[in-house]
């Protein structure tokens, strides 16, 4: 069993859609919990973070975390062709070393 | 003005050859890693760095030898390489302790060994 799991998709919903992504984890030591974000040929870029149960929002994103079921969710609202990319969701565990999981990425499509 | 960047981009081998990527900040940050990303996207960090000195090496066959000559520059050198290594390599760097759950990614290096 892989530490964080996404389901890889891929997701494909209309512009202005309610995107929800989701992402599950074993570990926990893990504390800090992120979003990162990765167009096609880029490299991954962070989106969001949170280091606590609870809902984050930022603009259109809110990130949800629930340490007690260890799920973690993604919300994009208003969905826009733009948003189309690969989402990877990220923990680190406690210490200091930088040390990242990933899990596989969901990739969304956003068709206009 | 790149913040992290990567050369070369693209790396087309045979296999059984030995290949360097080399891989540059300039955002200030003390700690630099090595990921490599599968073909279904996995992306699994590999070796990090912290002000010149190797703070994480995963489970990695030692054909992959990383070099940090100083903080802003860490390179990867791969000996004997195998069908299996293809992949897209990430440099990234970050602010060390707890600074590091942000990690700046560089553009990739796309590995095919044929």
């Known amino acids: 069993q892989k530490e964080v799991e996404q389901d890889p998709g891929p997701l494909s919903v209309p512009e202005g859609a309610i995107v929800s992504l989701n992402c599950t984890y074993s570990?926990?030591?893990?504390?800090?919990f992120m979003w990162y974000r990765q167009y096609s040929r880029k490299g991954p870029e962070l989106l969001m973070y949170?280091?606590?149960?609870g809902n984050k929002e930022d603009g259109r994103f809110t990130a949800q975390v629930d340490k007690s079921s260890k799920y973690i969710s993604l919300f994009i609202r208003d969905s826009q062709p733009s948003d189309s990319a690969t989402y990877l969701c990220?923990?680190?565990?406690?210490?200091?070393?930088?040390?990242?999981?990933f899990g596989q990425g969901t990739t969304l499509q956003v068709k206009p | 003005d790149t913040a992290v960047s990567q050369t070369p981009k693209y790396l087309v081998t045979q296999m059984g050859n030995d290949k360097s990527i080399k891989c540059e900040q300039n955002?200030?940050?003390?700690?630099m890693y090595w990921y490599k990303q599968d073909s279904k996207k996995f992306l699994k960090i590999m070796f990090s760095?912290?002000?010149?000195?190797?703070?994480i090496n995963e489970t990695v066959p030692n054909r992959f030898s990383p070099k940090s000559p100083d903080k802003a520059h860490l390179n990867l050198h791969i000996n004997s390489l195998e069908l299996g290594d293809s992949a897209v390599y990430f440099c990234?760097?970050?602010?060390?302790?707890?600074?590091?759950?942000?990690?700046?990614f560089g553009p990739g290096t796309r590995l095919t060994v044929t």
């Open positions: 760095y912290n002000n010149k000195e190797l703070i």
């Open positions: 949170t280091y606590s149960s």
């Open positions: 990220a923990q680190r565990p406690s210490g200091n070393t930088g040390k990242l999981i």
């Open positions: 570990n926990s030591a893990f504390q800090y």
């Open positions: 955002l200030g940050h003390d700690t």
């Open positions: 990234a760097s970050s602010r060390p302790g707890t600074g590091s759950y942000e990690q700046y």
